[in-house]
């Protein structure tokens, strides 16, 4: 049997030392009544309000100049011109939010403070890696290849650093922020933050036509990781309520396990998780519209930062909207809104006779993810009580990841066969989609307060 150096168990009680003092483990956590906690949550709700209104704009300006819709992708079409590698692009765009969270939920759900995962942990795993992608523009030109390596290592570290902490944030935003008005904080902070987007592709259509390749995605890289940082310090200003975390203690296995039990009691929820995972499939063109774009018409590359102003333009007052109506009458009649948004931007992509067109298509694809961006994440913590969100939270950001991995390859070997072939699939599966959310799931306040 093999035994433990000294210097190694040395070194795991270190780490373990650090990851404790880091998440604030050794902080007492006060003993307070339901009533206490609302009270402090009313008497921190507008210093909160700010501080995350200010972390929204600085991210999404950040956001605006790395859109992995249309700014990443153009980069990566410089790089090679290999279809695979938009698609693997998708895949890190789409999955590595989603999939970590499951088999974080666990460890996040036994914390009680969520505030320290987030803004501690999250420094290193997810602000940090974006200034890697100034480095893959500084080298573009040199050595593609390597470029290439860099920045695919560093966006996927990103994207997964950033999908690990995803349970604790949107637990923290729930614990800051009373149900009836979650709806209009998220769309209020994405608003703001759009608009700052819609700046920021301004700017970098500006950079795109006025400075020479790779200069250009040097500058607009490094604006990006310099606001994504800027954005990290207005979040550590947030006040969390700290209480109690789960106190079941499961390993990894047995959390797993009971997993599928969960889903078979739970019927409306379980119908959710299919209904949002078929809605993630039918995204599958959404990585591939700019590039049909360049192949269908050789559209210059400022045009692409056009697109982007064209989807804030539907993003934007799409949050206000979106956040005040759920507020109101539910997340679920947002999503089916969201759906059908979706369906004509992929049908005036399929059938678009001028690139102009794909205007409307963007703008209507910012009207949908308006809603998605909100209300999916939302509407998951009104399926369960509170103790359970990061794992209700969990399960469903894994199941769509998965299905975000796959679905950019397919839809990269379809777009490899036809562009008007993947988009009529998209169509498809957003009217199945549809039905699904509008006849099969249950708006989850209603049927909770219901039983």
């Known amino acids: 049997m093999a035994l433990v150096s000294p210097q190694h168990r040395s070194l795991r009680l270190s780490l373990r030392s650090i990851l404790a003092w880091l998440l604030e483990i050794h902080k007492p956590v006060p003993e307070r009544s339901a009533d206490e906690i609302a009270a402090e949550v009313e008497r921190n709700y507008r210093w909160n309000f700010t501080v995350n209104l200010l972390d929204g704009a600085f991210f999404w300006f950040g956001a605006s100049f790395i859109s992995g819709t249309t700014i990443l992708p153009l980069f990566v079409s410089k790089l090679t011109p290999s279809p695979l590698a938009i698609g693997l692009l998708a895949v890190f765009a789409q999955a590595s939010w989603f999939l970590p969270q499951l088999f974080t939920a666990n460890f996040v759900e036994r914390l009680a403070r969520k505030k320290a995962v987030v803004v501690n942990l999250g420094l290193f795993t997810e602000r940090l890696p974006v200034w890697g992608l100034v480095l893959a523009a500084i080298i573009a030109a040199h050595n593609p290849t390597l470029a290439l390596i860099v920045f695919f290592v560093c966006f996927a570290w990103h994207g997964l650093g950033a999908g690990a902490l995803g349970a604790a944030w949107q637990d923290l935003i729930a614990r800051m922020f009373p149900v009836e008005r979650r709806g209009r904080f998220v769309g209020l902070t994405n608003f703001i933050g759009a608009s700052t987007g819609a700046l920021g592709a301004v700017a970098s259509t500006w950079l795109l036509q006025n400075l020479a390749y790779p200069l250009n995605f040097t500058v607009l890289f490094l604006i990006a990781a310099a606001a994504i940082l800027i954005s990290w310090g207005w979040l550590a200003l947030a006040r969390e309520p700290v209480q109690q975390g789960n106190v079941t203690t499961r390993n990894i296995v047995e959390y797993l396990a009971g997993l599928p039990a969960l889903l078979r009691r739970d019927h409306n929820f379980r119908r959710f998780l299919i209904t949002r995972s078929t809605m993630a499939l039918a995204g599958m063109g959404s990585g591939f519209v700019t590039v049909s774009a360049v192949q269908r018409w050789s559209i210059p590359d400022s045009m692409a930062g056009l697109f982007t102003i064209a989807f804030l333009a539907g993003q934007t007052p799409g949050y206000i909207t979106f956040g005040f109506l759920a507020d109101r009458r539910g997340h679920k009649l947002a999503l089916e809104l969201a759906i059908l948004a979706s369906i004509l931007g992929f049908a005036v992509t399929w059938l678009a006779p001028a690139a102009e067109w794909y205007y409307l298509a963007f703008a209507l694809f910012g ?85």
């Open 367 to 451: 009207i949908g993810s308006s809603a998605v961006i909100g209300s999916a994440m939302l509407v998951v913590m009104e399926f369960c009580e509170p103790e359970r969100r990061p794992t209700y939270i969990g399960i469903t950001s894994t199941g769509v990841g998965v299905v975000g991995i796959v679905a950019p390859l397919i839809g990269a070997a379809l777009a490899s066969i036809s562009y008007s072939g993947l988009f009529i699939v998209c169509v498809a599966l957003n009217v199945v989609a549809f039905a699904m959310m509008r006849w099969w799931v249950r708006e989850p306040r209603w049927a909770r307060a219901a039983g």
